[in-house]
Protein backbone atom coordinates (compact mmCIF):
# COMPACT_ATOMS: atom_id res chain seq x y z
CA UNK A 1 0.00 0.00 0.00
CA UNK A 2 2.81 2.27 0.86
CA UNK A 3 4.49 1.79 -2.59
CA UNK A 4 1.06 2.18 -4.10
CA UNK A 5 0.93 5.80 -2.46
CA UNK A 6 3.64 6.62 -3.35
CA UNK A 7 2.94 6.79 -7.37
CA UNK A 8 0.71 9.50 -8.95
CA UNK A 9 -1.56 6.84 -9.96
CA UNK A 10 -2.09 5.38 -7.22
CA UNK A 11 -1.97 8.89 -4.92
CA UNK A 12 -4.52 9.83 -7.46
CA UNK A 13 -6.98 6.80 -7.05
CA UNK A 14 -6.56 7.56 -3.04
CA UNK A 15 -7.85 11.14 -3.41
CA UNK A 16 -10.82 9.78 -5.65
CA UNK A 17 -12.21 7.63 -3.27
CA UNK A 18 -12.14 9.91 -0.44
CA UNK A 19 -14.67 11.59 -2.33
CA UNK A 20 -16.78 9.35 -3.35
CA UNK A 21 -16.87 5.96 -1.31
CA UNK A 22 -16.48 7.56 2.40
CA UNK A 23 -18.37 10.49 2.41
CA UNK A 24 -21.37 7.89 1.79
CA UNK A 25 -20.50 5.67 4.15
CA UNK A 26 -19.84 8.12 6.75
CA UNK A 27 -22.99 9.89 6.23
CA UNK A 28 -24.80 6.38 6.90
CA UNK A 29 -22.81 5.80 10.24
CA UNK A 30 -24.64 9.07 11.04
CA UNK A 31 -28.36 8.00 10.03
CA UNK A 32 -27.51 4.70 11.48
CA UNK A 33 -25.50 4.38 14.20
CA UNK A 34 -26.79 1.13 15.54
CA UNK A 35 -29.11 -1.59 14.46
CA UNK A 36 -32.88 -2.40 16.14
CA UNK A 37 -32.74 -6.02 14.87
CA UNK A 38 -31.56 -8.93 15.61
CA UNK A 39 -29.94 -10.72 13.33
CA UNK A 40 -27.51 -10.76 10.03
CA UNK A 41 -30.92 -10.88 7.56
CA UNK A 42 -32.88 -8.24 9.76
CA UNK A 43 -29.65 -5.95 9.87
CA UNK A 44 -29.28 -6.45 6.11
CA UNK A 45 -32.88 -5.12 5.34
CA UNK A 46 -32.09 -2.40 8.09
CA UNK A 47 -28.89 -1.29 6.51
CA UNK A 48 -30.56 -0.77 2.69
CA UNK A 49 -33.59 0.93 3.92
CA UNK A 50 -31.24 3.22 5.77
CA UNK A 51 -29.49 3.21 2.02
CA UNK A 52 -32.44 3.84 0.25
CA UNK A 53 -33.18 6.57 2.49
CA UNK A 54 -30.13 8.29 1.94
CA UNK A 55 -30.44 7.79 -1.87
CA UNK A 56 -33.61 9.05 -1.94
CA UNK A 57 -32.73 12.27 0.11
CA UNK A 58 -29.64 12.83 -1.96
CA UNK A 59 -31.88 12.85 -5.20
CA UNK A 60 -34.83 14.70 -3.68
CA UNK A 61 -32.06 17.48 -2.53
CA UNK A 62 -30.53 17.53 -6.29
CA UNK A 63 -33.77 17.83 -7.82
CA UNK A 64 -35.33 20.95 -6.04
CA UNK A 65 -31.89 22.90 -5.86
Known amino acids: MDHRLRTPEG ?8 ATAE ?14 RRGITAARTELELAAAAFNL ?8 T
Open 23 to 36: PGIGNLKKLLDRFA
Open 11 to 18: AALYTRRG
Open 57 to 64: RKLHQTAF
